[in-house]
Structures are given as C-alpha cells and as structure tokens.
C-alpha cells in the first residue's frame, strides 16, 4: 500500500516550532504531536512528522502506549512509561527495533539518548499530576511502524512507550528521506509536542486538521 502524505507546505512550522528548543536544525528531524494524552482507547489519533528541510512526511501515530502495556506493565515496572512532551537533542540513531525479535525487528530509530518519562503506575492510562517524570538513559523509547504492511487499525501491543507509525510506508519512506538527507550515524532530535504547542504558529486550534489541510 502506498499512502506516504507529504506536506513540503509544513516545513516552515515545523522549522518555527523547533527553533524555539533547538540551537540548531539537523538535515533530518523527527517530530511528534500527541493530540489525545489517554491510551486506553488504543487508536493511532497522533501525528509523527519526519522532515528534512524540502518536505515533510506525516504518518498517523501513537504517542503513548497501549491498553495492553497499560494493563501489564512491561518488565515488571510499576507502570507504562509515556514520554513527558520536549526537546529531546541527539536523542536517537538509526538501527534496529527489537533486534532480539526477528520476527518484529525492524530498521528504526533506537534511544540513545536521555528521554524524560513518566509512569502511569494507576493503570489509567494518563499520567496525572501525581505520578513523578524522570530522566533516564536507555530505556529503549524507539520511533518505529507497527504492522509491516498497510495501516494498522489498533495500537494494541505496538507500543509499551515507543512512538509508533500506523502507516508502514510513511516509516519506509521517511527512512529513505533520512539515508537521502544526512549520514545515519549521527543522532537526531526528537521533539514531542502537544497540540497546543502549535496554536501561536498555526493561528488556529484546529491543529490536526490544518497541518492534514497541508498535504499534497
Ligand atoms: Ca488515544
Ligand atoms: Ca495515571
């Protein structure tokens, strides 16, 4: 299935919104907007956008994890970690999600840098107030697709905390834009966003429905 949403038109938002965090722009940037905090509902209702500095590719996505991990944290952990919304600089690497699990590994972006999390140790699938964020190193928060073919309809076991692609083809795609944009040894910055992020720059509430206006 080939539904790769390219939007050249988002560029100079994106630029504005990560300058505000970054010094610096990298020739390949991976951005994401979380538009609804809870995970219970296992929908893939978040945006992630790869971008280099031409155009844009937008792939439907989750931000947070899913009702499975939710219910059953993994590792043991008193609950599922979703990452705090920020600037994360040199965060990740191109490599292989889950290199332990051939049947699920695939090329990805690896942490490798610090990610500020929280765990939802109510099991509500939201992290209130009350439940403390931390700054970790490691901990295997990847940006990579779900299913290898077509679009995934549910975020099910697809994410324990990693930011996931619904739309295989976007990943692909947005893997061969980064091979394309800069030498894939060298770290990217991962910025989490939340809709609200974007109001001053969008000059609308209506987020996801302007920046989905922009694809060609
Ligand atoms: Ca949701
Ligand atoms: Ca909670």
Known sequence: MNIVMLAPKLIPYIEAIRAKHFPKAKPFEITGIRFDDNAMDDKFDDLL????QATAIISYATTVPGKFWVQNP?????????I?????E???VLGIHLKSKPDIAHEAWVQCGKIKYA?????DGMIDAWEPEKNEYGNGLNIHRANKYGITPNVNKWSAGCQVSQIAAAHEAAIEMHKG???VKTPISYLLTEAKDWFEFLGTEEVKKFILGLVE
């Open 49 to 52: 956008i790869f971008s280099n």
């Open 74 to 82: 993994m590792g043991g952990n008193d609950g599922a970690a979703f």
């Open 84 to 88: 705090v919304p920020g600037p994360y």
């Open 90 to 92: 040199d965060s990740h």
């Open 119 to 123: 765990r939802d140790v109510d099991k």
């Open 181 to 183: 944009s800069m030498n």
